[in-house]
Every structure is written in C-alpha cells, then in structure tokens.
C-alpha cells in the first residue's frame, strides 16, 4: 500500500467566494463500521490541508484484470450558514492529491434539516 491525498476546497455556490472555517470530514465505511481518517478546517482561501488515505500501489493500473487501483472514502463539508455536502466513494490515487469541490448552497431555513444535504455518488470506474 501507498498513500494518496485528499482535500477540499469549499465556496459558495453561486459566486465562487472561499468559505472559511468549513468541516471537512473523510472516513471509510465499510457498511458495519465507519472509521476516522481525518478533520480539517478550511482557511481564508477555502482550501483545507491534505489528509492522507492508504491506497494501492500505483502499479495496479497498468493492466486489466487487478483489483481496483485506487482507495475509496466518504467525505463531508459542513458550515453551520450552508448544506452539508457529502461525497461517497471519492476515488483515491496513490502519490496523488485529490481535491473535492465543495459548492455549498446556502441553509434555507424553512426546508427540514434532514433534508439539508447535497449527496454526490461517485461511480465505480474500470481503468
């Protein structure tokens, strides 16, 4: 195993402006058990530090036929001003940085807070 990269960069959706001090959040589930793999907060510029995931060895997308050649992870943002944007199955690379474009939509206060959330899959894909 290697190490890959993840972080965030968080801003507003409709004018692109840095959210400061938003969550970010990363954790593995493995559908019984979630696990903790890092919290960051934003800066003034929206972006968070890296948090680093164990993912396969790099040499695993150079033929067909292995098992998947990146680690996957669930991620979430939260600011108390906006929707909470989470992310599964983020696609991880060993040696590389990936970055989850976080475009928060601002809290309308009169929609459940249940449903304050934006939910982005991401699909499996075969390199």
Known sequence: MQNG?????????????????????????SGEQQTLLGVRKSDTEGKTDVIVVEAPDSSLSESQGNSLPYATVNARVDHPEYR???????????????????????????????????????PEQEL
Not at 5 to 29: G, H, K, Q, W
Not at 92 to 112: C, H, L
């Open 5 to 29: 990269y993840l972080r965030a960069r968080v801003y507003t959706s409709d004018s692109r402006i840095p959210i400061e001090n938003a969550v970010f959040t990363v954790y593995t589930d």
């Open 84 to 122: 909470t944007f989470l992310v599964n199955n983020a696609q991880i690379f060993a040696g590389q940085i990936s970055v989850i474009e976080a475009e928060m939509t601002p809290v309308d206060r009169n929609v459940p807070t249940d449903l304050r959330a934006e939910i982005f899959n991401v």
